[in-house]
């Protein structure tokens, strides 16, 4: 029964009503068919649970570690509105454009600023497309690579810190593991963890990139001569200074005093609203409207995340209330071979969700239910962690589904076609899959470094 | 009359929102004004430089006394931002849709779905909400629940009401959104 309500919740959530509302409302009407159903001894439908409803809500509004999202989600608003990525994305073609394969290099490298800065799927990849989808074009770009570019470093964000979605999977990882009674984590391990994979990501796409500049010069072609000319020396590192430092000081800031453990990830979130708009009001792009936009849509975009948090609580109440927790741990521990059979199958799961669901649903929803089973076994909640949020990243970029394709297609020219789109990803979609293998591995990738700034 | 309904009851989603909208500001302060004392009080270098001369462990006794209720304070505004904002970001149409399917519906299907969402899916989340918290909310009443860190502010009875109004809130926000899908329906009919 509690199976066949996770089955149904999915075609539901197909037709396009809201996700928290579907899955609360579709979980309730399960209850009441339990309900009914355990009067004649149909079902095991354990009431009880769902006396817990109000207090799980008001814990969620208690909760100290989420507080970090509303005023990261400011952050971002602030740093969006500021311009900043246009900027930063201007300064690094400036100094990259001589090179062939430059402004490849420049995507890559903004989205992984940017990715620390927003960190929700979708904003990054429209922005990114917006920005320099017609420039690489106009430059010659074979679309397949650049439209690939564009797609992979919008997905960066879910990875690298201080991304929102790391902060709500330390969450509930955290409470998993107190379930387990397994080692803990936290949000600041988790993004200590996600710095060395994430780099490597990053290292590799570059890499990539750099074989294609070497091996097809005329797929990406660097600007001519004539433009480099029109910008002195000079005038370059003054616009390196003014565009692209401060953003990189302020998310070295921000991060640096997490994960060297001088902040709480609240604290520092906060910093880096305060850094976020001292830095707008230096480029000139501060005012009462940015901020008024800034705050409002903070409210909305906190709001639309913690209704997906209460509508996964009221569905995960009424899961259990079907006994579905015993039959997942069942299921997993009657698997055969080790543990590893059991992440592997999980991950494979994740995979296939994620063409439907977005990573804060597949957060709120899957993880609470299979974690404490994985990490009971032994499982190490920080590289779980990772592990998701990469097979995630990689379920994102993957065709025909991919949710960053889907943006990118939205703000693509019409001349752009899908199958370059699908071709361009592929090699990424390598490179997810080889950083995947090795922390498989070798997972001090993801645990070495918090291990030594969290004793 | 319909039309005055619909704008009647976005409106207070909406003016609710902006009103909120500024505790995002004051939340980054007081988040600071936690943060940078803490962190200080603690630096064995900054207290080394002894500026002005100042009485550090009367500083830091004062600041342990109010830092229980700051927190406290941080909390409630956290929590009333989302609490307040979920109608806010219903009527801006901020919850996210599975939307491979319904993005080439017609207008038409559109409504029909929202229509159908709300009826069977929204009211019910809602009205269940509602109904549970009723006892948990009326039982923080009675004893005048206050707050379980020592020196934390008196009004955790207060921030518990909010799970009942927020579900009267998102009940009045569903309304409009449902009336206007009734008139997506209509206005289609009739033209």
């Keep these: ?455 | 009359m319909m039309n005055k309904t619909i704008h009647f009851l976005e409106s207070i989603s909406e003016q609710s929102g902006r009103l909120v909208a500024w505790l995002v500001l004051l939340l980054v302060l007081l988040t600071l004004s936690v943060a940078i004392p803490r962190y200080l009080l603690s630096n064995e270098w900054f207290l080394g430089l002894n500026l002005l001369s100042l009485d550090w462990s009367e500083i830091r006794s004062n600041y342990s006394q109010h830092v229980n209720a700051m927190n406290d304070g941080i909390q409630y505004m956290h929590a009333i931002i989302f609490m307040f904002g979920l109608s806010y970001a219903m009527k801006s149409g901020d919850h996210v849709r599975i939307d491979i399917l319904y993005r080439s519906m017609s207008a038409r299907r559109q409504a029909w779905v929202n229509i159908i969402g709300i009826l069977l899916l929204f009211y019910p989340t809602f009205i269940f909400i509602l109904i549970m918290s009723w006892d948990y909310v009326l039982n923080a009443w009675s004893i005048l629940e206050s707050s379980s860190r020592p020196g934390g502010l008196p009004w955790l009875y207060l921030l518990k009401s909010m799970l009942l109004i927020m579900p009267v809130m998102m009940i009045l926000q569903g309304t409009a959104s449902l009336l206007r899908n009734i008139q997506t329906l209509i206005n289609r009919d009739a033209s």
Aim: net charge neutral.
């Design chain 1, 1 to 455: 029964m509690a199976l066949l309500m996770f089955a149904i919740v999915c075609i539901v959530l197909m037709m396009g009503f809201p996700v928290a509302f579907t899955l609360a409302g579709t979980a309730l009407l399960f209850a009441l068919l339990g309900n009914w159903m355990n009067a004649f001894d149909l079902v095991d439908f354990q009431t009880a649970f769902l006396n817990a409803t109000s207090s799980r809500i008001f814990g969620i509004m208690q909760n100290e570690t989420l507080v970090a999202v509303p005023l990261f989600i400011f952050m971002g608003l602030i740093l969006e509105k500021s311009r900043v990525a246009e900027n930063l994305l201007e300064t690094m073609a400036a100094l990259f454009g001589p090179l062939r394969g430059g402004l490849g290099f420049s995507v890559i490298l903004v989205g992984t600023l940017m990715a620390a800065s927003t960190g929700i799927v979708g904003a990054t990849v429209v922005t990114m497309g917006l920005l320099s989808l017609p420039t690489m074009l106009k430059r010659g770009y074979d679309p397949a690579i650049a439209t690939g570019t564009i797609c992979a470093s919008g997905t960066l964000g879910q990875i690298i810190p201080p991304s929102i979605v790391l902060i709500l999977l330390g969450d509930v990882l955290t409470n998993a593991a107190n379930k387990a009674g397994s080692i803990q984590t936290s949000v600041g391990e988790l993004f200590a963890a996600a710095l060395l994979p994430g780099l490597l990501l990053v290292s590799l796409y570059l890499l990539y990139l750099a074989f294609i500049a070497f091996t097809r010069p005329d797929a990406m072609p660097a600007i001519p001569q004539e433009e480099r000319n029109a910008r002195s020396k000079k005038q370059l590192l003054k616009q390196v200074m003014v565009a692209l430092l401060p953003p990189l000081l302020l998310i070295i800031s921000v991060l640096g005093s997490i994960i060297g453990g001088l902040a709480a990830p609240t604290e520092a979130a906060s910093i880096g609203a305060i850094g976020s708009i001292l830095l707008a009001m230096a480029q000139r792009q501060f005012n009462l409207d940015v901020l008024k936009y800034a705050m409002r849509r903070t409210v909305a975009i906190t709001s639309m995340v913690f209704m997906i948090l209460i509508g996964a609580t009221i569905f995960s109440l009424v899961f259990r209330s079907f006994g579905g927790e015993e039959l997942v741990t069942d299921l997993l521990k009657d698997l055969p071979g080790s543990q590893y059979t059991a992440v592997f199958l999980i991950m494979l799961l994740m995979f296939l969700l994620g063409f439907v669901l977005d990573f804060i649903e597949i957060t709120f929803v899957v993880v609470p239910i299979v974690a404490p089973v994985l990490l009971a076994m032994g499982i190490h909640p920080t590289w779980l962690g990772i592990m998701i949020a990469i097979n995630l990243q990689t379920s994102f970029l993957t065709p025909p589904f991919g949710f960053s394709l889907f943006y990118l297609r939205g703000v693509a020219p019409d001349e752009v076609r899908t199958e370059q789109m699908y071709k361009g990803v592929i090699p990424f979609i390598g490179i997810q899959i080889l950083v995947m293998a090795s922390l498989a591995i070798w997972p001090q990738l993801a645990t070495w470094l918090p291990g030594i700034m969290f004793q």
